[in-house]
C-alpha cells in the first residue's frame, strides 16, 4: 500500500505547514522588520499624466527638523542613477529628470526619522510642471500626430514598441479564404489591477564599512532583484543580499523593481541608515503595475454546421509608460497558447503590436497574462454560432467559471456518469469532456472520431 510519504508530489492531501502561525499572528512581512537607527521614506509623486519638469525646489523640504536627505532625478543623474533598466529590455526613471510621463510617477524621495515626518515634507517641495498633451487610448497611440512619450531614446519618433507574432500565417490565411463563415469582432480586455492586501515595501541597509547591501523587500523574484541593484548601484552581486519575507499576496504583481525599492537603497547609502518604504494604498492603486490593457481584434473561421477551422487575432497592447512587464523577454510570449486554448485548429495567427502610453507601467500580473486573451475567443465564437445557426446553449464544460455549482469541476457529464457527454463550450458548440478538451464536431487529438 502506498503511503503517503512515498506518493509523489502533487498526489493526495498535501498538508500545509505555514498556516499554525499565520493564524495566531506570528507571520513576519516587510513592515514588520525594524532595525536599529531606521529611517523612512516617502515619494512624491506627479499630479498630471503627462508634462515637462521645469524646476523642482527642495530648499523649504531640506530645512525640515527631521528630514535627513531630499534626493531628486538630477541628483541621481548625477551619480548615473536615474534610470533602470526593466525585465523587458527596456529602461524606467527611477526619478523623472526631463519630464512625468504618468499620473503617480516618482518625483522626489525624502528620508525622515518616522514616516509622518516625510509625508509632511513631501508638502514642502514645490515643483513646476509645463503640462502636454496626454496619450491615454492605446489606439492613438500611434497616430502621426501622437505626443512621442519616450523622447528620452534617442531616435524616438513615435510610441511603437514592438511588433510580435506567431503561428502559421499563410496556412491561416488559406484556412479562411476556404471557410463556409469568418465572424470578426472587436473587443477591449481593460486594465486590471491585482490590488494584493499588502502592498509594495522595502528596507535597505547598506554597510559602509564591509560595502554589504541587504534589503527586505515585497518581491516574488528576489535574483531578479539582485542582479537589477547590482546593475544601477554598481555593488557586487555578492555583495547584495535580498530577503523576500511573508508576503501579503502578489500575482505577478510583485516580480518588477520599483522605483521606491532602488530610492530605498540609494537613501541608505546616502545617509548611512536603513531606510524604510513601504506605499499606502493610493499609491498602490495608481502606480504599482496593472495588467495591460488588451485591444483585440478576433476572427474565427468556421464551418455552416458550426465547426471551428482557425483563428486569427491581432492586439494593441497598452504597456503604459515603460515596458516593464514580469518576464525576462519583451514579447508576450505566452499570448498565442493561451488564446488558442486546447480546441483542434487546422491553423491559428496573432500579432501583438506593444505601445507607449501614459499610464503607469504594465507588469501582467499572473491572473490577467493567463486570462486576458479567453475572452477574445469566446466572444466570437458566441457570433460565430449566431451566424451559423447553432443555439447558444447554456455551457456545461465543467469548469466552475462557465458552469457554476450545477457541475462537476472534473469535467464528468450531468448526473455523475464519467462517460464523456456531448455538452456546449462558451461558444455553444458540443464538447466532448473537459479531459479532451475537443469539440464534437472536430476531430479529438487521439485520432478517433468524437462521440
Known sequence: MTTTEERPVGFGRMPRKEDARFVRGHGTYVDDVTLPGMLHGAILRSPLAHARIVSVDTSAAEAHPKVRAVITGETLAGLGLAWMPTL??????????????FQGQEVAFVVAEDRYSARDALELIDVEYEPLPAVVDARRALDPDAPVIRDDKEGRTDNHIFDWSAGDKERTDEVFAAADVVVEQDMLYPRV???????????ADMD???????????????????T???????IPEHKIRIISPDIGGGFGNKVGIYPGYVCAVVGSIVTGKPVKWVEDRSENLMSTSFARDYHMHGEIAATKDGK????????????????????????PAGFFGVFTGS????????????????????????????????????????????????????????????????SSRTGRARGGST?????????????TSRTTRTCAGNRPRNGNAAS
Request: glycine content about 8%; some cysteine.
Open 208 to 226: 559602509a564599512i564591509t560595502g554589504k547591501l541587504t534589503v527586505w523587500s515585497t518581491t516574488q523574484a528576489p535574483h531578479a532583484h539582485r
Open 88 to 101: 523587458s529590455y527596456d529602461t524606467q526613471a527611477v526619478l523623472a529628470t526631463d519630464k512625468v510621463r
Open 308 to 331: 471551428i477551422l482557425g483563428l486569427r487575432v491581432h492586439v494593441i497592447a497598452d504597456h503604459g509608460a515603460f515596458n516593464a512587464t514580469a518576464q525576462p523577454t519583451r514579447f
Open 193 to 203: 489591477h491585482p490590488a494584493p492586501l499588502e502592498t509594495c515595501g522595502t528596507v
Open 343 to 406: 480546441y483542434d485548429l487546422a491553423a491559428a495567427h496573432c500579432t501583438v503590436t506593444g505601445v507607449y502610453t501614459d499610464k503607469a507601467p504594465a507588469v501582467s500580473p499572473t491572473p490577467a497574462r493567463s486570462a486576458s486573451p479567453r475572452p477574445c475567443t469566446w466572444s466570437s465564437g458566441w457570433s460565430t454560432c449566431s451566424r451559423t445557426g447553432w443555439p447558444r446553449t447554456r455551457p456545461s464544460c465543467g469548469c466552475a467559471t462557465c458552469c457554476g455549482p450545477a
Open 228 to 234: 537589477i541593484y547590482a546593475m544601477v548601484a554598481g
Open 419 to 431: 462517460t464523456p457527454a456531448t455538452t456546449r463550450v462558451p461558444c455553444g458548440w458540443p464538447w
